[in-house]
């Protein structure tokens, strides 16, 4: 198979491999319920495995897109792979809430974290067109998760124990992510098939000096910010509309709404970043995410709350695969992994945050507002931030901080 239509067999396995990862991860909200009943655990001790799975993936992005600089992403993503399923495994069998925190919430989560870096950083080096049209398919890819992956499983828990349940989703994963992981391959210029690509940023930086850009460290504190923006939104929102009087089951369907116009939103940000340019298109997202984050102070009934959930879904999902591309034009394609992973990691730990702080603003003012409205400032540092980035002149010697 040429190498022409080969790339698109890249980010279909992309897509399909974060798919069943993110998948996984994001079950554990469908077996909280079934798994408390069953043990007696509490949901709040179930829960943190969660927090346990957004710290590993934190650290683990950074170490696995590292790795697959140095090996290549087809063994990192194997070993994600293989880690993802076996930890499924040993969760479905544990007997103490410890063990399921670490075993659910480490494993699958460094697991998880081997398969989007280490891809988003192949999938940008294989296109030297079109990267933000492919990245954000890879990224749809991931989240068809909840429109997939979480049915499923909640069809399961009504068939069978959670532990049974938790072990078919493993045999999934092992049928479905293992062979997907031979589909990958690096990208031509670094396998030694082809020459370096006319574009390559940089080629003469070195990690070192990378990491002390000005450059890196704008994308770095732009994506923490950016993802800490939404993060206690997305955590929050149904408790606020529960709040507000609306039943459960009808608020828990606006995550739907937001997944399904995410989805959207992955794809028109990738066409429009190809189109007028990705820092562009990423300051207007960062701004319009900011706005639609505010909005949700004003909605009480659940038709404003689709509305919102709708146009708040489009933006936030659509700008996250646009910091692969912006990477992709300015750093080497030999270290795009370590890159990427680190912006990963400062995203991770911005979704890390709102949860808790989501929680703090709650129970001491009795009120989500506050945190709706602190959401759209900490955007507004975002956009700021991703204002401040400017692109490397070409030919020009690398300035770095300090």
């Known amino acids: 198979m040429s190498q022409v239509p080969y790339r698109w067999i890249i980010v279909v396995a992309g897509g399909l491999l974060g798919c069943i990862a993110v998948g996984c991860m994001f079950a554990l909200p469908v077996f909280l319920q079934p798994i408390a009943r069953a043990t007696g655990w509490s949901v709040t001790g179930i829960s943190s495995a969660m927090t346990f799975g957004f710290l590993a993936m934190s650290v683990g992005s950074l170490f696995w897109g590292s790795l697959s600089d140095r090996i290549g992403p087809r063994p990192v993503v194997l070993g994600g792979s293989v880690l993802i399923v076996a930890a499924l ?144 939104p997305l955590f929050h929102t149904v408790s606020y509309a529960v709040t507000c009087g609306i039943p459960m089951i009808l608020a828990v369907s606006i995550y739907s709404v937001e997944g399904l116009a995410g989805m959207g939103g992955r794809v028109a940000f990738g066409f429009m970043g190809d189109r007028f340019g990705a820092k562009r298109v990423l300051v207007a997202g960062l701004l319009a995410q900011s706005v639609g984050v505010l909005c949700y102070v004003f909605v009480r009934d659940l038709i404003a709350f689709y509305a919102v959930a709708a146009v708040f879904g489009f933006i936030y999902a659509g700008t996250m695969p646009l910091y692969a591309v912006l990477i992709r034009e300015n750093f080497p394609l030999k270290m795009l992994g370590t890159i ?27 009120s989500y507002s506050w945190l709706y409205t602190g959401s759209a400032m900490v955007g507004m540092l975002a956009v700021l931030m991703a204002l401040m980035f400017r692109p490397f002149a070409k030919g020009k010697t690398v300035p770095v901080a300090g």
């Open 89 to 232: 495994v040993m969760a479905s069998q544990v007997r103490s809430l410890l063990l399921f925190q670490l075993v659910f919430g480490l494993l699958i989560g460094a697991g998880a974290a081997a398969i989007f870096a280490p891809m988003m950083a192949c999938v940008t080096g294989w296109f030297e067109t079109g990267r933000g049209l492919a990245v954000s398919l890879v990224s749809a890819g991931m989240g068809m998760a909840p429109m997939t992956m979480s049915p499923l499983a909640a069809w399961l828990v009504t068939v069978y124990d959670w532990r049974t349940a938790m072990l078919i989703i493993a045999g999934i994963a092992a049928v479905v992510m293992i062979p997907a992981t031979f589909l990958v391959r690096r990208p031509p210029a670094l396998a030694g098939q082809a020459a370096m690509p006319s574009d390559d940023a940089q080629p003469g930086m070195t990690v070192a000096q990378a990491v002390r850009t000005p450059q890196f460290i704008v994308l770095v504190l732009t994506n923490f910010f950016c993802c800490a923006t939404h993060s206690g």
């Open 340 to 366: 990427i992973g680190a912006t990963t990691m400062a995203g991770s730990l911005g979704m890390a945050s709102g949860p808790v702080v989501g929680g703090l603003i709650y129970d001491r003012l009795g």
